[in-house]
């Protein structure tokens, strides 16, 4: 299983930009992959996780709601998840993550246990902060 993100920056304030993971190693097309943060000093936390299959199904944590889209594109075996909106609290290292061994639906079910590492398989990361 192999995971790259790409697409941070730094972005101004209430700006806008599109994170991409390009996936390999497992089968894209019947898996759930989340997007992940972390800022210095605190503990990963889930931000969203998607069915790459025919249902689609989107989960989002509260405080992203609204302003993250989480989408696929299963031609190309990517995620994408699109930052609208940003807030100095969205300031992170982001990281998708999925786990062929670690089944489920997209919810808090599955973000929060991977988010702690009970299981996952992870990127390496792309850095997300706001400039003045």
């Known amino acids: 299983v192999q995971l790259v993100e790409s697409g941070g920056g730094s972005v101004q304030i209430g700006g806008s930009l599109i994170l991409s993971c390009v996936a390999s190693g497992f089968t894209f097309d019947d898996s759930v992959i989340g997007w992940f943060r972390q800022a210095p000093g605190k503990e990963r936390e889930g931000v969203a996780c998607i069915n790459t299959n025919d249902d689609g199904h989107v989960y989002y944590v509260n405080s992203v709601k609204g302003r993250f889209t989480f989408s696929r594109d299963r031609a190309k075996n990517t995620v994408y998840l699109r930052i609208n909106n940003l807030e100095p609290g969205d300031t992170a290292f982001y990281f998708c993550?999925?786990?062929?061994?670690?089944?489920?639906?997209?919810?808090?079910?599955?973000?929060?246990?991977?988010?702690?590492?009970?299981?996952?398989?992870w990127g390496r990361g792309t850095q997300v902060s706001f400039s003045s």
């Open positions: 993550a999925t786990d062929p061994l670690f089944p489920g639906y997209p919810g808090p079910m599955w973000l929060i246990p991977l988010a702690a590492g009970v299981a996952g398989y």
